[in-house]
């Protein structure tokens, strides 16, 4: 293959590249390595007085409050535990707002005051830490000289072991507050949310007649979709290796057309990328569970089992931060980016969600007989309920510019969200609501036409891709999460609707059956009446989603909100009723809820911004160059042949030339807009990077991609989609 001297370059390096063969020890069994990094109860339990580890297991199992006694005794446990799988430093793991983990790492030695160390960790080290609280995002709740924060020990989620080839740190998760007692991460939120849902599900149970329901906690269990792609492109890509994402390219002979990639057979190079990934992940504990190529060329999946909310959230930045590690040995770059390449598929991050606990199971289990099983019906219409009311703020839970490439395309749910239900559970809901309960058909067995198949259960309901949260059997799939978030604000906003309607449940049920427990089976199907009608009618829907119709309708007739893109969903936050909300259940305060609001206005300003300046430099410095040279070379050889008297078409000559003529003009409409200063509040920033800035970046794509199927091979200087997603 041809190309440009930097191109041919990254080319060889792969093709020449040796071939790595996994350094995973498959003799190894993988249930003894599961979670052999991880500080796990079994650790505890070896290492901890009996009384402190019943005062821990109960903080754990039962979210009781943590005493300070307790704190000394697991430390110095802690401790032996990690020197004794060669620790030297332990870290405060916290989660700032800007989308991914930080750390700072103490060692465990101090002066003994004789000229030598000892080996120190104390409760109060563990308990707490002071990292700079003024320079992480804080949207206006620290300033510059206010810089004292905390981290806190989140007891709730197992410290581990993080090892390389640089030595070995005890890893300690905690919750981030400022010197005023305020959120400045993601995981505090989380935890609140988890309590006030707790509270609220424990209430709706023990009207079931449960009495001692036990801890309830929501689940959670996120897939994560990625790109794979050969180092060597991604270095001679400034796009790809500063902003995740191609700013220009296309052009693609093939993409996904095919349907080849989806589950096929997984590249050598990338399973044994896969089977380390999936070693690291095991010994920290995270229940990974599926592996496969996704839809587009270069791009797989990777997903847990669902597990604890909070510790879910904790093993998917985990699971980010392990992806992109090891691609590095394996001289790749992982891409976690919504949408690296224009014109195949994204990547998404569904993240299964449900509730329940040890003594009362999964709670939106329907079992055999939903339309029997009220309790499963009051849990099923809670969330039903919390979905229509505050859709729109889920909607800004996953709202970034990475998703707004994304969201509403042929691979993702559109940007209003609806609840598919499936044919089965809606026929239920509707049934209950003419007075007239009906359970589904008998077990039906698909028809496959082959003898020697064995027979295969057929599920009640279809599955629907275009649904941005779809009930699937037993949990809720919140599907529009983007690839390279955190789901952490997606958790907190989910745990505290729906806690909102189950407060309302129980208020409802409380207030029907005062204490009398014959009264509530009628209590209960008239609320799941009332919840159908008022809520269901409107927020169900099992069509296709990406319809016009369905969104005509969504809109016009079920009076559901369609915030487009990052910018008209953003304002939600600061929406009176959303901090209301939040507040009532002491999740945000309202200083936290506008904190969010700005740090999410900025970040996607400085995304924009950032995106455009790397357009404007790589268009003016490498692609506006070729295109001219590659002019300048048509019109000398045209001045040839015109010379011998060769009649010869000049049509090529004039296509590029005009088309260097709109990318200059373009690259200056940009450099135009990425030089203008926005005054007022910071939306109008935000409508600025989006009409402003984000138009005239596209614009200038479309010249040079445009380009890019003309200019000589040999000249073009960054390498293509079809290099970068099909050499290997």
Known sequence: MSGSLSRRDAIQAVVARPQLQSTVDFTKDAVTTFGENVFTLAAMK????????????????????????????????????????GATHYAHIFQPLTGITAEKHDSFLDPDGKGGVVAEFSGKQLVGGE???????????????EARGYTIWDPTSPAYILENANGRTLCIPTAFVSWTGEALDAKTPVLRSMQVLAAQAERVVKLFGNSNPGYIYATAGPEQEYFLIDRNFF???????????????????KGQEFEDQYFGAIPARVLAYMHECEQELYKLGVPIKTRHNEVAPGQYEVAPVYENANIAADHQQLTMTVLKAVAEKYGMACLLTEKPFAGVNGSGKHLNWS??????????????????????LVFCAAVIRAVHLWGHL?????????????????????????????????????????????????????????????????????????????????KFEFRACGSSQSISFPLTTLNTIIADSLAFVADELEKATKGDSKKLPAAATKLVQDIWAKHGTKIVFN??????????????????INNRNTVEALPVLKDKAVVA??????????????????????????????????????????????AIRYQGQLATTAAAVKASGVKGSTALLEQVAGLTAELEAGIAALEKALGHHVSGESIAHAKHARDGIATASLAVRKSADALETLVADDLWPLPTYQEILFIK
């Open 46 to 85: 070896d290492r901890l007085p009996k009384n402190i580890y019943k005062a821990l297991v109960a903080t754990i199992e039962s979210g009781s409050k943590l005493e300070a006694a307790v704190a000394d005794a697991v430390a110095a446990a802690m401790k032996n535990w990690a020197m004794e799988k």
């Open 131 to 145: 990292p700079d609280g003024s320079s992480f995002p804080s949207g206006g709740i620290r300033a510059t000289f």
């Open 235 to 253: 270095y001679a890509r400034p796009d790809l290796s500063i902003s995740g994402r191609s700013l220009f390219g296309g052009n693609l002979s």
């Open 355 to 376: 509730l329940g606990g040890p003594k009362v199971g999964n709670l939106l289990e329907p079992g055999v007989t939903p339309h029997d099983n009220a309790q499963f």
């Open 394 to 474: 889920l909607r800004v839970t996953v709202a970034h510019s990475g998703n707004d490439h994304r969201l509403g395309a042929n691979e993702a749910p559109p940007a209003i969200v609806s609840i598919f239900l499936g044919d089965m559970l809606t026929k239920v809901f509707e049934s209950i609501a003419k007075g007239s309960p009906k359970g589904p058909k008998a077990q039906e067995y698909m028809q496959v036409g082959v003898d020697v198949l064995p027979p295969l259960p057929k599920d009640p309901g279809d599955r629907n891709r275009t649904s941005p949260f779809a009930f699937t059997g037993n």
């Open 543 to 560: 069509g296709n989603g990406y319809s016009e119709a369905w969104h005509k309708e969504a809109v016009e007739k079920r009076g559901l």
């Open 581 to 626: 909300l939040f507040a009532k259940y002491n999740v945000l305060s309202a200083r936290e809820s506008e904190a969010r609001y700005e740090v999410n206005v900025e970040r996607y300003v400085k995304d924009i911004t950032t995106e455009g300046k790397l357009t404007l430099n790589i268009a003016r410095t490498q692609i506006l160059p070729a």
